[in-house]
């Protein structure tokens, strides 16, 4: 049974830096993504990247946040800088073949990792 499980989260203050990690059991994905949900709000997308590196960020992430892949330990990390209270959500991360910032064209998901970010 594929598992993604997601560390890293935690409290931080504005402007400080937090790196999400998200590691998968048993296989290598071609394409994992990163998306969040604040409370009350829809989830929405953070950023995704591709099998050969390719990556596409959120515009309200974009410059502050970088995902990355190491193929060998199957694995894809979010790191996060410049961090804003708006930045406050569970983070997850999402896994499967196709290179996407549309949730439902992931096959698998992680269970969640809470970031709080302090103003």
């Known amino acids: 049974q594929v598992q993604l499980v997601e560390s890293g989260g935690g409290l931080v203050q504005a402007g400080g830096s937090l790196r999400l990690s998200c590691a998968a059991s048993?296989?290598?994905?071609?394409?994992y993504g990163w998306f969040r949900q604040a409370p009350g709000k829809e989830r929405e997308f953070v950023a995704a990247i591709s099998w050969t590196g390719g990556s596409t960020y959120a515009d309200s992430v974009k410059g502050r946040f970088t995902i990355s892949r190491d193929n060998a330990k199957n694995t894809v990390y979010l790191q996060m800088n410049s961090l804003k209270p708006e930045d406050t959500a569970v983070y997850y991360c999402a896994a499967g073949g196709v290179f996407s910032v549309v949730g439902t064209n992931y096959d698998y998901w992680g269970q969640g990792t809470q970031v709080t970010v302090s103003s």
């Open positions: 048993r296989r290598t994905f071609s394409s």
